[in-house]
C-alpha cells in the first residue's frame, strides 16, 4: 500500500518537473522557430551587402548596420577588456581586501544597472558635450560588458591552483610576472569564453544605443559621427509602416540570433577544449 | 647511505668561508658545514605560534628529511628558508635563518635572490601550462635576456639532470601537461635546477606518485645531493630513511605549536632514537 502511494507520487512528482522544464523551455523554442521563420525569406546575398535605400528602390540592405555593429562591438571589447582582466587580477589575488569587495559589489550592482540608465549616464557625460558617435556608443556598451568580464575572469583565476603561482615565485619571479606570464595564461581560455559570452550580451542591446550612437543610414566608419547597428535598425523597421520593412526588421532579428548563437557555441567549444587540454 | 658517514671538509665544499661573517656557519661538532641554519626561529600566524623555537643546521650536499605528524608545522618550516611564507598575510617569524651565514630575512635582503638560491619542488607536480622547454626555460629568463643556444643548453643540461632528458627530448616543444605525474614532478625538479640554486626544498615531492616514479625521485635526490643541499619535508618514514642523511623530527606540544624533538643522522634516528617520542612515531605507535 506504502509502496504504491510511494511510487505513483514519485511519478506524479517527475511528471510535473517534466512538464515545468517544457513549459520553460517552449518560449525559446518558439521565439528561434518563429524568427527563422519570418526572416530568413528576406536574408539573400543582396540584404547583407547593400545598404540603405528608400522602399520606392527595394529597400536595400543592411551592410551599413553590420559594419557598425562590428565597430561598436570592436570598441566596447577595446576599451572593457583591458580594463575588466586587470580588474578581476586584483581582485582574484586581493579577495578580502577592502578594494576588493567594493569592486566585487561594485561589478555586481553594475551588472543589475538597466542598460538604458547606462546609455542615460553616458549621453550626460560624453554626447551633450561632443554629440552622438560610434565612440559614445562604445563606452556605454563598454560599461555594460565590464561587470560580465570582471566576474567571469575573476571565477576563471580562481580555478587555477595556487601552486602553480607559487611555482613561479618560488623560481624568483616577481608578482606581476607571475601573474602575467602564468596567471593569465592558465586561465586563459576560461577568460576567451567570458569574453565571448559578454559580447554576445550586448550584441543586441538598443536603449543604451539610441542616447549614444543614434543610428545611421549611411555606411560609416568614423568613430566621431553617429554610427549604425544592427538592434537599432531593427527597432526602426519593425515600427515602420511599410510591410517590406517589417520583413527586413525580421530578417535582421534573425541575423542577432544568429550571432549571439554562435558566440555562444565558440564559448561553449572553447570551454569543452580547455578541459581537455588542461587538468 | 654510506656517504652521510664521510666528513666533508668545510673548506672543499664552501670554499668562500674566509670571508668574516661567515664565521656564525662555520663548522659544527661533526665537522661538516652548515649551508642553513634556523636561529631561534618561531614561525607565526597572526597570534598563532605554527613552529616555535627552532634551532637546527643544514648541512651541506647533505638530504636532511623533516618529518613529523600532520600540522606539527613541516611545511611551515620548509617554506621559511625561502621566505614563501611572506606570502600569506599576518605570516612572520622571528629569530633568524641564516643562508651562508646571513639572515634571509634582514631588511637588505632581496627575496628574489632568496628565492633563486633556494629553490622549491612542491606537493603535487605543477608544471605551468606551457611547453617542456618553456617551463624548464622560464627561471633562467627571468634574469635576463640570454642567447638562444645558451639557453638550450641551459634546459638540455637540467633535463639532463633530473634525469628526464632521454624520454622528452623529441618533444620538447609539447605541453608539460600531457606528461605523465612522475616525468612532471621531474620537470618541476628541472625547472627548479635551471636557475643553479644552491638549496633545493622539496615539500612531500612523492605522495601524489606510484611507487615507480616515487623510487626514480628518490633516486634523483641522492644524484642532486652531491651538488646540492636538499630538504626534504616527508610523510613517509621509509623515504625518509631510505634517502635523507640527516633527520628532524618535529611534534606540537601542549600549545599546538610545532617544535623540533629530536636532530640527528638519520641511523641514529631510526635505530637509536634518544626521545622516546620519536620512538614512537617511527614505530608508528602514532601519527
Known amino acids: ?279 | 647511505m654510506a656517504e652521510s658517514a664521510m666528513a666533508i671538509p668545510a673548506s672543499l665544499t664552501l670554499p668562500s668561508l674566509a670571508n668574516a661573517r661567515t664565521v656564525v656557519r662555520t663548522t659544527t661538532e661533526s665537522g661538516l658545514a652548515a649551508k642553513m641554519r634556523l636561529d631561534k626561529v618561531s614561525v607565526l600566524y597572526r597570534n598563532f605560534v605554527a613552529v616555535a623555537d627552532v634551532r637546527l643546521s643544514f648541512y651541506a650536499n647533505k638530504i636532511t628529511a623533516i618529518i613529523g605528524p600532520s600540522g606539527c608545522g613541516k611545511s611551515t618550516l620548509l617554506r621559511a628558508l625561502n621566505r614563501m611564507n611572506d606570502l600569506i598575510p599576518g605570516a612572520r617569524l622571528e629569530g633568524r635563518v641564516l643562508l651562508d651565514g646571513e639572515d634571509i630575512y634582514a631588511p637588505n635582503v632581496d627575496v628574489v635572490e632568496v628565492r633563486r638560491r633556494v629553490g622549491m619542488v612542491f606537493q603535487r607536480p605543477n608544471p605551468f601550462p606551457k611547453s617542456i622547454y618553456d617551463n624548464v626555460a622560464y627561471g633562467p629568463r627571468l634574469y635576463g635576456h640570454m642567447r638562444r643556444s645558451d639557453l638550450d643548453s641551459i634546459v638540455e643540461y637540467s633535463l639532463r639532470r633530473a634525469a628526464l632528458w632521454d624520454e622528452v627530448k623529441d618533444k620538447l616543444r609539447q605541453s608539460a601537461m600531457a606528461l605523465s605525474g612522475g616525468q612532471q614532478q621531474r620537470l618541476c625538479i628541472a625547472r627548479a635546477i635551471a636557475v643553479e640554486p644552491e638549496v633545493i626544498l622539496m615539500d612531500e615531492p612523492c605522495s601524489a606518485l606510484d611507487p615507480v616514479a616515487t623510487l626514480k625521485i628518490e633516486e634523483l635526490m641522492r644524484q642532486l645531493a652531491r651538488e646540492y643541499t636538499i630538504i626534504i619535508v616527508t610523510h613517509n618514514m621509509q623515504q625518509a630513511a631510505r634517502v635523507s642523511d640527516y633527520a628532524a623530527f618535529l611534534m606540537t606540544d601542549e600549545n599546538c605549536a610545532g617544535t623540533l624533538v629530536e636532530y640527528g643522522e638519520t641511523r641514529q634516528i631510526f635505530t637509536n632514537p634518544r626521545d622516546r617520542r620519536t620512538e614512537d612515531y617511527i614505530t608508528g605507535r602514532f601519527g
Not at chain 1, 43 to 51: A, E, G, V
Not at chain 1, 79 to 103: C, D, E, H, K, Q
Not at chain 1, 130 to 146: F, K, N, P, Q, W
Open chain 1, 1 to 279: 500500500m506504502h509502496q504504491r502511494v510511494r511510487r505513483s507520487s514519485n511519478i506524479f512528482m517527475l511528471g510535473l518537473t517534466g512538464l515545468t522544464t517544457v513549459v520553460g523551455i517552449a518560449p525559446l523554442v518558439w521565439i528561434l522557430f518563429d524568427v527563422f521563420v519570418r526572416g530568413a525569406s528576406a536574408i539573400s546575398i543582396r540584404f547583407l551587402t547593400d545598404t540603405f535605400k528608400p522602399t520606392s528602390l527595394g529597400g536595400g540592405g543592411i551592410w551599413h548596420a553590420l559594419v557598425g555593429t562590428g565597430i561598436l562591438m570592436g570598441l566596447a571589447s577595446l576599451f572593457s577588456v583591458p580594463l575588466g582582466i586587470l580588474t578581476a587580477l586584483y581582485v582574484a589575488r586581493n579577495p578580502n581586501t577592502l578594494l576588493g569587495l567594493a569592486v566585487r559589489f561594485g561589478t555586481d550592482v553594475l551588472s543589475g544597472l538597466p542598460s538604458i540608465v547606462v546609455g542615460l549616464f553616458v549621453y550626460a557625460l560624453v554626447v551633450s558635450g561632443h554629440g552622438y558617435s560610434a565612440l559614445a556608443g562604445g563606452v556605454a556598451l563598454a560599461i555594460l560588458m565590464l561587470p560580465i568580464i570582471v566576474r567571469t575572469t575573476e571565477e576563471m583565476l580562481k580555478l587555477v591552483p595556487k601552486s602553480l603561482r607559487e611555482a613561479s615565485l618560488a623560481l624568483g619571479a616577481p608578482e606581476w610576472k607571475t601573474s602575467l606570464q602564468v596567471w593569465l595564461p592558465a586561465a586563459m581560455t576560461g577568460i576567451l569564453t567570458g569574453l565571448m559570452l559578454a559580447v554576445a550580451r550586448v550584441a543586441g542591446e538598443t536603449s543604451p544605443l539610441i542616447f549614444t550612437a543614434l543610428g545611421s543610414n549611411v555606411l560609416s566608419t568614423a568613430l566621431d559621427k553617429p554610427i549604425a547597428s544592427l538592434p537599432l535598425v531593427l527597432f526602426k523597421y519593425a515600427v515602420d509602416p511599410s510591410k517590406v520593412r517589417n520583413a527586413q526588421a525580421w530578417a535582421i532579428a534573425l541575423i542577432i540570433v544568429a550571432l549571439v548563437l554562435l558566440l555562444n557555441i565558440s564559448a561553449r567549444l572553447i570551454a569543452t577544449w580547455r578541459s581537455k587540454m588542461m587538468y
